[in-house]
């Protein structure tokens, strides 16, 4: 174990040129320089904020819920049937005819009684809205809190004016309280979002969610062992500049909001677009591949730094991409949408700009019919005009 410490922990890999771990050490009283060590300390807070999560979203998020009128139960079970839950789990979950047939003559049930069961059966394995409502408002607060936490500390810090300042002096740079906490308190949340994700509902991209929580982790653990923490809450307030907002959607659309969630989805996506492929690159890879060669100079963890990083921008590029196509394919059904409902809407209800030509069309409706009627001598004209009408304006 000795022997496999001193290979991971190897200077020449972690540290500049002529720079030691023992260089690294507290020199004064009030100096105190990142260590490795640390990073355990998070595992134990990560414990204590799931244990937070769990009173917030019981105590609070579901308050807020149900004041929404989200509640938490099934609104309507399957009424318990040995029969068809075995064919519900071991068979299929949606019957074909086939099966439909087969299950109403073994039961004595009609087939829309045996159609209505699965589909009930269905909507209680369906991930319950109370749930996913709680879930997001606990990620919003928590994401909303460290954001603004973390902008009002880079803020009075000189590397968010000028990022040169976080190579100065590397990796000689003293890690201030509030730097720690910052770090620290980012590193806890993703160990515990890996924590509760198998609690959580599961989703269709569970794996794909729990690598990146994991990269996260190492991201993080990784900048803190070296002292890359001054560039590293940079990278960690631009990625929370935009979670809240997304979170943010969610609970809208889960309250059925949906304006509120539309413009939110678009504050997220200018949001996203904004800091992932324009603020992120031009200066946070600008200042850690460019200023950091002329002013520190390159070293083997550096190269993986920023492979790390690069990696992540590629990450941001395919995220970007997908953003846009909902946001497309949202743009175009709200179009459709619209254009339907405008359709259904002049049927009822003419709109200002097509009064003039619905009027002149029900006047010459209107002199047909009474022409119509003189010709046929007819005395039921103002049933015939309604019946006549009743086939362009639906009920």
Known sequence: MAALSAWFWNERFWLPYNVTWADLADRAPGVVYPKAGDLVTAIPLAVGMFAVR??????????????????????????????????????????????????????????????RWFRQRRNQDKPNTHIKFCESMWRFTFYSCIFTYGFQFLWQSPWMWDTRHCWYGYPYQVLTPALYRYYMIELAFYWSLMFSQFTDIRRKDFLAMFVHHLATVVLISFSYANNMVRVG???????????????????????????????????????????????????????????????????????????????????????????????????????????????????????????????????????????????????????????????????
């Open 233 to 395: 809450t940079l990278v960690m307030c631009v990625h929370d500049a935009s979670d809240f907002l997304l979170e943010a959607a969610k609970l809208a659309n889960y309250a059925k909001y949906q304006r509120l969630c539309d413009l939110l989805f678009i504050i997220f996506s200018l949001t996203f677009f904004v800091t992932r492929l324009v603020v992120f690159p031009i200066w946070v890879l600008n200042s850690t591949m460019f200023e950091s060669w002329l002013i520190v100079g390159p070293f083997p963890s550096w190269w993986l730094f920023n492979v790390l990083l690069l990696v992540l921008q590629v990450l941001h590029i395919i995220w970007s991409y997908l953003i846009a196509r909902i946001a497309v394919k949202a743009i175009l059904r709200g179009k459709v949408r619209e254009k339907v409902c405008n359709d259904v809407r002049s049927d009822v209800e003419s709109s200002s700009e097509d009064e003039s030509s619905s009027a002149a069309l029900d006047q010459t409706q209107t002199k047909m019919m009474k022409h119509a009627q003189k010709v046929e001598n007819g005395t039921n004209g103002h049933c015939t005009a309604t019946r006549s009408r009743s086939y362009i304006t639906p009920t």
């Open 54 to 115: 769990i009173l917030f979203e019981r105590f609070v998020a579901s308050t807020c819920a149900r004041s929404l009128h989200l509640h938490s139960d099934v609104e309507r079970r399957a009424q318990p049937n040995a029969v068809l839950e075995k064919v519900f789990l071991s068979i299929t979950k949606n019957p074909d005819s086939h099966h439909l047939d087969g299950l109403s003559k073994q039961l004595d049930w009609e087939v829309r009684k045996v159609q």
